[in-house]
Each structure stands twice: as structure tokens, then as C-alpha cells.
């Protein structure tokens, strides 16, 4: 009997732990919003000062990494992967956008940015899932671990029950 309630409360505590993915999903959003906007700002300057010497993002990209510095090949090299970078958390926020509710969770399954999902972390602040997304996240941890865990305890006594019944079935009557 202590062993189902100790189920069902880690079944329960589970599943508050996982009512919290659309929270985190919804918090990493904004932080995605804000890496963008610092790399569009970052590359904006870059452009400014590209446009200044008559050349565009490209050129000056180009420039810069055929250069025979190697800090400044260097400076090259990280404004092209600022761009590219750009790019990428550009399409992953779109889709953010697009997706659905649940579609969310999976996109960020999918497709995350390890720096900015760990500065999410960092920072996250859980919230009451007030939302169809949360109450079925919580369920299906809920459920999830409730399963595994009964699957567990009761893996023992199942065990047991098998030799018992082996050792019944080969006693010589």
C-alpha cells in the first residue's frame, strides 16, 4: 500500500515537473527574440561601417577574410557565423510562430540553440500551466510516469510469483 502512494506522488511531482516544457518552451522564445535582435543590431553596425567604405555585408565579409591578418581573417570569420547564426535562430523563431501550441514543444525538441536554451535555463521561473499545452503536458507525465513507475515496483513481485510457480510446477508430487 506505501508503494502506490509513493507512486502516485512521484507520478505527480513528474508531472508538475513536465506541466513546466511549454513555460521553458515560451521563455526560450523570448530569449531567441533577443539573441536576434542583438545579432540584427551587431550586423547592422558591420553593415553601416561595410557601407562606409563602399562595400556591402559580403564584401566586407570577403574582405576581411582574405586579409593577411589573422586577427582580422578572424573578425571575418565570426561576422559570417553572426550571420549565420542569425539566420538559423531567424527561421527557428518562424517556426515557433507557425507551429501550434504542442508544434512548439517539438520545434524546440527539434531545432534548439544550446547557448541560448541554457541562458533560458538559467533564468527560467516556472509558472502555473494555465493552458490546454500545460494540462496535457502534466498529464502525460503524469501518466507516464505512473506507468513506469507501477512497471517497476511491481517488477519484483511479478518475479517472485514466476519461481514460485516454476518451483511448484517441477516439485515432484
Known sequence: ?????????????????????????????????????????MLGDFDRDAASAGMDRGQGIKRLREDADPFVQQRGQRVDEA???????????Q?????????????????????????????????????????ATAATGFLAALVLLRLITGLPARLRRRRRARASVSRPA
Do not use: H, K, N, W
Not at 550571420?83 to 523563431?93: H, T, V
Not at 508544434?103 to 531545432?111: C, F
Open 1 to 41: 500500500m506505501i508503494v502506490r502512494r509513493i507512486v502516485f506522488v512521484l507520478a505527480l511531482m513528474f508531472g508538475a515537473v513536465t506541466s513546466q516544457l511549454p513555460e521553458y518552451a515560451q521563455q526560450y522564445r523570448q530569449r531567441l527574440g533577443g539573441a536576434i535582435d542583438e545579432l540584427q543590431r
Open 83 to 93: 550571420q549565420a547564426r542569425a539566420s538559423r535562430l531567424q527561421s527557428q523563431l
Open 95 to 135: 517556426a515557433f510562430s507557425s507551429a501550434g501550441s504542442f508544434g512548439r514543444l517539438t520545434s524546440l525538441a527539434r531545432d534548439f540553440d544550446p547557448g541560448v536554451a541554457q541562458r533560458a535555463y538559467e533564468s527560467f521561473e516556472p509558472a502555473v500551466p494555465l493552458t490546454v499545452e500545460g494540462g
